[in-house]
């Protein structure tokens, strides 16, 4: 028998209020949620959350996720590069802002991220990304428990 699906959290960039729904759900579902980051991570005391502190360095966080992520696994992450390594691994990825990365759309958000690379490092400033709205949280939410359902952890 396989073990049961996991979530992989990309949390040197995960906004708080999306591990604190990545923690409410681990304690209702009792799905194993990791985070991975460069620096020490406060998590509440579970069975079912745990932390992996990588050494600081270039896509180090992301090597260790792409590194144990199984088929069927689930990764949080704003990492463009990192989705299309778990997409590739049979893993799902989805944004911290609900929008769900698949195989259809996965190229197309790389030509992107690659594009606004190539604008910032010749200078011209693209911007920052904008605050986490309260329908950013929700339409995360919505991905987390679909893929909970459809994957029968139980909902207490």
């Not at 923690?23 to 959350?49: D, E, G, M």
């Amino acid at each position: 028998m396989s073990e049961a699906p996991r979530i992989w959290v990309d949390a040197d960039a995960c906004p708080v209020a999306i591990k604190e729904i990545l923690f409410r759900a681990a304690q209702r579902t009792q799905v194993q949620v990791t985070l991975v980051a460069n620096h020490a991570l406060r998590t509440p005391p579970s069975p079912y959350i745990r932390s992996i502190q990588v050494p600081g360095g270039f896509d180090v966080a992301d090597n260790e996720i792409a590194g144990q992520v199984a088929p069927g696994d689930l990764v949080v992450t704003q990492d463009i590069p990192l989705a299309a390594a778990v997409i590739d691994k049979g893993a799902l990825a989805v944004h911290p802002r609900g929008e769900l990365y698949t195989p259809d759309t996965i190229q197309q958000r790389l030509t992107m991220r690659n594009f606004m690379e190539d604008l910032r490092s010749s200078g011209v400033d693209t911007g920052g990304p904008s605050a986490l709205h309260p329908r950013d949280k929700q339409a995360f939410a919505n991905q987390l428990d679909r893929w909970l359902a459809q994957h029968s952890f139980v909902q207490r």
